[in-house]
């Protein structure tokens, strides 16, 4: 993984998972992407239910729509179903639609695909199914839909990866299914990318050049002289996170703030920063190396 705060390039704001009357969701594609473009989103793939559809024509200068697909392979272990989000994805790829989790996330891949592990809180999926996924690119720490219920956030689940040695970044997402609301242009990922295109997105997925939000920015994120820096929106609390147990700092202050400098120790084999808002809403970067 990269650190996008040390790369050159420009952030663009950008929703993975949507859904639109080509499956279950309520606006037509191209409603959709006037929707998000309208909120200010750079980015948008549309991932229908096991069905890709023809982007061409829907992208703008602004605007960069992302072909898509949402999969459903069995999980054995838990009795129900993984979902999965391929970005990148060609249209009209004849997706064979396998029973098992890494046969289907071998043949998106191979079709140039980034396979994103969808909502895996609310899905219920456990560490000892994750650990089996082979393939897997990033997974979504938070996904806005998932809201309604109470399970948006999967940030168990990604510190179990990172913990076992499954190195993947997270991604924010909404999910988008309604037509309006409070789970519609909501979530972010912001992506450093050098330009606007799809081959870039993929990339900045891959290898983590991109943090996650549902509210507040992180402006800067490195460490520098055996110290951690960290510059955001006006934050609540501001937490260092790393391995188990040993590998975090919180940092709890009366007002909010907007920087933090703080020693950590480079034996530590990662560490990762979540700001959290006076709202209670999250930004998540992707872990770096502690020195
Ligand atoms: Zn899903
Ligand atoms: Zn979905």
Redesign the pocket.
Known sequence: MVNPFTKKGKWYKANL?THTTVSDGKLSPAERVEQYRKAGYHVLALTD?HVTQDVRGLSSKNMLVVSGI?F?PRCKREKTNH?F?GLGVPHGLKFSRPKDANPSIEEVRRAGGVVIL??PF??GIEWSSIRTLKGIDAVEVY?STCEKIGRATSENEWSYMLDHGMAIPAVATD?THAADGPYVCHAATWLNMPSLTVANVVKAVRTGCCYSTHGPKIHDFRVEKGKVKVRCSPAQAIHIMSKPAAGYKFIPTGKTITSLTAEVDPKWPFIRVVVTDPQGRKAWSNPIAAS
Do not use: L, S, Y
Request: hydrophobic share 25%.
């Open positions: 998972h239910h949402e459903h979902h989000v969808a909502h609310w899905t996904n999910d």
